[in-house]
């Protein structure tokens, strides 16, 4: 079946630094979302992607679909303490979200 | 962006009991909701996919008679844990995607503790 691979698996970060993560699939999926989840709470939908090589920004984050429809990143520039969370990576291809098994993400003030 | 909610947001039952959890697309038409179960530390894993006023899609592995998937209105789905039993707490956590759109919402998830 689909995998997608997701890195790093945490990142332990000063205040101020960008960050960058990023997912690969083994195959080829039509749709990249990008969410974020905190404790006790559900995932919350950061960017989505719909086009190989659409890079859409939301903030301070950006996010790139592909051009080989593989793969995506994540990035987050400037960070700051509030970022702390889980980032998860997901795609689609024919079927259901398949999701990564996400980048754990620290801040160090 | 769209607003999904789930009730409760935790339940604490005994063993053998049986609970039911609400999931509603608050402004949007749910053509298509989905529960996923999480695990400490894991990942989101998906149960089961249910399209309105059809029966639920279970994923492998999951027990239909078990999770129990109602899918009546283009806004509400509610998932029964029946007979429940320790090893069924969880964070069960609900998403819904409108008809023609790519774009899956969450819920801000059920916290399941089974005594």
């Known amino acids: 079946g689909q995998q997608l691979n997701q890195s790093p698996q945490s990142m332990f970060i000063q205040e101020g630094e960008d960050v960058s993560m990023n997912c690969t699939s083994s195959?080829?999926?039509?749709?990249w979302l990008w969410y974020k989840q905190e404790p006790g709470e559900g995932p919350v939908l950061l960017i989505a992607?719909?086009?190989?090589?659409e890079l859409t920004s939301n903030g301070r984050l950006t996010a790139q679909f592909g051009i080989t429809r593989k793969d995506s990143f994540l990035n987050i520039s400037a960070s700051i303490p509030s970022d702390v969370g889980i980032y998860f990576c997901a795609g689609r291809g024919q079927g259901n979200l398949i999701f990564g098994k996400g980048t754990k993400l620290s801040v160090k003030p | 962006g769209a607003v999904v909610s789930q009730h409760p947001s935790w339940v604490i039952c005994k063993s053998g009991t049986s609970v039911k959890i609400e999931c509603r697309s608050l402004d949007f038409q749910a053509t298509t909701m989905f529960w996923y179960r999480q695990f400490p530390k894991q990942s989101l894993m998906l149960m089961a996919t249910?399209?309105?006023?059809?029966?639920?899609?279970?994923e492998q592995g999951v027990e239909k008679d078990k999770f129990l998937i109602n899918h009546a209105s283009l806004t509400l789905s509610t998932l029964t844990v029946t007979s429940a039993h320790p090893e069924d707490s969880s964070f069960y956590i609900c998403?819904?995607?409108?008809?023609?759109?790519?774009?899956?919402?969450f819920g801000p998830g059920t916290r399941l503790t089974v005594l």
């Open positions: 992607l719909y086009k190989a090589g």
């Open positions: 249910s399209n309105e006023g059809s029966k639920a899609t279970y």
């Open positions: 195959s080829i999926f039509n749709t």
């Open positions: 998403s819904a995607r409108e008809r023609f759109y790519n774009e899956q919402f």
